[in-house]
């Protein structure tokens, strides 16, 4: 280095006049020591918000577990909040049902003949086919709360309807509950009186059973849901071997067969934007539109949706059920039914529904991409949610027990409604 | 420039210190976790159809990571929920990728479980989606008079299909789907799972505080 002859033309590259004379400023060092322990502190807190962000999720099943493994008598308060949350839209707060629609609980002759046990297989299977209740004839369309409830909830609401009620001094334990689940858990519903005589013995006399009818047409339409054709997909691999769904794929199983009819249509005309469903549904005639929507609505299946967007529940079912009129949304139950079970025809059934396929339904319609609801019905709600109530909604949809599937007398009714492909919007 | 010593000391202190806390500090807090439970190591098919995935570059386009609520809405696009460290415990090296030309791939399994849709998607983006950007992988496939018994005939719109005979998946393709097939990740998260979870404590306290008042108002 020393024995280079400095050039005049350039200063000397090395010279630092202070290095030699100065120490290193004293704020230097407090910045780096603050800095240091804000690093610390910043970490610390850190790792407790995750914590604290996974405990909710997690806490809530803990809870629940906990809670089975007493097996101690049924909590009826608990009994009585749930039997609001979940049965009162329909059997009414007091059990007392509506007339000709949905038999009441309060002083029911099945619930006075089966108890607890048969209330709890009632709720695990649902309902589909006519009964009597009390000499009265009711549809019987009641949801599968199987899927839904846990073993202590379903022993809480049962225990409840026995006895809090009515008179029944006989509650039912969540272990008991399991015992039934295991037998008779993935069951279909009960066809109607005749299906719940098998149950309850000394049950007044009940409507005939309507065997399931299996058309000509059933090889053909097994074969395009299981397999598909050269051209299109097989509609279970997505939609699931029993229709339940996944994600942002919807459940199709009990929706009304008009409606499944008008979705394939639009997605064929164009007026329904989804490129796969667009794709299948200009692989399938006519007839076959018929046939499939026919398929799925007369299928029963478990829930396959659960909450899964961190919606909040409580915000969800207030929608769902009163609506918010501070933001111009009417409750979800007064066009798709209490409980969101569905009304056919145009209204589909929205209970156990994928809580994704709502909330990407919900922002499509709000933006504008999906636009083929009665009288732009849906349109102007979609808009009114904001993100969080879209989750919330979504979620607490997700939660509720799925619909029966629909009727077959009700549905050959319906048959001759479905839309044709140059048929009018409706 | 004389003090050499202090120097490097200092330098390679500052290195040691990033490297213990980028590097280390991570690397045991990671090492300590396990895979998530409900999550399966590859099959042989799957593990096959992963080669095929990284050699073709699907990283390039699709990642592998779905956000947090707070930090995009992955959840409500279907894309599942926001994977935690434990998720990645059989991938070596990991493919979670960095740009997102294409969707997130994490849950595709479930999203889109089916085998017929995904040949016909790799055989021809176009036949499903006309506006789609991502190539085409016909090399995965072959043109035959007719499919052996064994064959996974490729179901094609008139448009895209051969004027006679049929496209079959080589061996690449299905196991290519097979993977993306078991690419679920719907189990619940553990509960000590590692993940960036951004700014979701602030996000719910910020709405309580709407909440409140939108209450008293």
């Known amino acids: 280095m020393t024995d280079k002859k400095p050039d005049p033309r350039r200063p000397d590259e090395t010279f630092e006049p202070f290095e030699e004379t100065r120490r290193i400023p004293w704020p230097v060092y407090s910045i780096a020591i603050a800095l240091a322990i804000w690093g610390v502190i910043m970490l610390v807190q850190t790792s407790t918000a995750v914590e604290v962000a996974d405990k909710t999720q997690k806490e809530v099943a803990k809870e629940d577990s906990t809670k089975l493994a007493q097996a101690a008598a049924p909590d009826l308060d608990a009994g009585k909040t749930l039997f609001a949350d979940n049965c009162a839209t329909c059997h009414g707060d007091a059990g007392e049902g509506v007339a000709g629609a949905f038999p009441p609980l309060h002083g029911s002759d099945v619930v006075k003949l089966g108890g607890a046990k048969a209330v709890t297989h009632i709720v695990m299977r649902g309902i589909g086919g006519k009964l009597n209740v009390n000499g009265d004839g009711y549809e019987g369309q009641m949801p599968a709360f199987g899927s839904v409830l846990s073993d202590t909830e379903i022993s809480e609401i049962a225990s409840y309807v026995a006895t809090g009620l009515n008179d029944d001094a006989k509650t039912i334990s969540a272990p008991e509950v399991a015992d039934i689940r295991k037998v008779a858990g993935d069951k279909d519903p009960f066809d109607g009186g005749a299906g719940l005589a098998g149950l309850i013995n000394d049950l007044p006399a009940q409507p005939n059973s309507e065997a399931a009818d299996q058309g000509a047409d059933s090889e053909r339409v097994a074969r395009l849901v299981g397999q598909g054709t050269d051209t299109v997909w097989a509609c279970a691999s997505c939609h699931g071997d029993k229709g339940e769904g996944i994600e942002t794929v919807p459940r199709l199983a009990g929706l009304p067969a008009p409606y499944l009819a008008k979705q394939l249509h639009d997605f064929q005309r164009g007026t329904r934007f989804n490129d796969s469903m667009a794709y299948v549904a200009k692989g399938l005639s006519d007839r076959e539109i018929g046939e499939l929507a026919n398929y799925y609505a007369s299928m029963s299946s478990p829930s396959g949706a659960k909450p899964a967007l961190q919606g909040d529940l409580k915000r969800g079912a207030q929608l769902a059920k009163q609506g918010d009129w501070s933001i111009g949304v009417p409750a979800c139950f007064t066009c798709h039914g209490p409980s969101g079970v569905g009304v056919a025809p145009n209204f589909p059934g929205i209970a156990a529904q994928q809580p994704s396929y709502v909330a990407h339904q919900l922002a499509m319609w709000a933006g504008g991409s999906r636009h083929n609801s009665p009288l732009g019905l849906m349109a102007g709600i979609g808009k009114a949610l904001n993100d969080s109530d879209r989750r919330a909604v979504a979620d607490y949809l997700a939660s509720l027990a799925p619909m029966p599937a629909m009727d077959k007398t009700e549905l050959a009714a319906m048959e001759s409604n479905i839309p044709v492909r140059e048929g009018v919007d409706q | ?217």
């Not at chain 2, 996974?152 to 097939?181: E, N």
Request: charged residues 20%.
């Open chain 2, 1 to 217: 420039m004389n003090r050499y010593l202090p120097l490097a000391i200092t330098a390679l202190a500052i290195l040691a210190l990033a490297t213990l806390f980028l590097v280390i500090a991570p690397g045991m807090q990671i090492s300590a976790q396990g895979p998530s439970q409900g999550l399966k190591p590859y099959t042989e098919a799957e593990a096959r159809g992963r080669a095929v995935y990284v050699s073709m570059g699907c990283l390039y386009c699709h990642s592998q990571q779905p956000r947090s609520l707070a930090q995009a809405p992955d959840a409500e696009r279907g894309w599942g929920r926001a994977s935690v460290a434990g998720d990645y415990a059989y991938d070596d090296p990991h493919q979670l990728g960095t740009m997102r030309t294409g969707p997130d791939l994490m849950d595709i399994g479930d999203r889109l479980p089916s085998q017929a849709w995904q040949l016909t998607h790799l055989y021809q983006p176009r036949a499903i989606a006309s506006w789609s950007i991502m190539p085409a992988y016909p090399y995965l496939f072959e043109h035959k008079d007719k499919a052996g018994p064994d064959d996974v005939v490729v179901k094609l719109p008139a448009q895209y299909a051969p004027k006679s005979g049929v496209i079959v998946a080589k061996q690449d393709a299905l196991d290519l789907v097979t993977y993306l097939q078991g690419m679920k990740r719907q189990y619940a998260p553990p509960k000590d799972g590692l993940r960036d979870n951004g700014y979701a404590l602030i996000a719910e306290k910020q709405r309580d505080a709407t909440d409140a008042t939108t209450a008293s108002n």
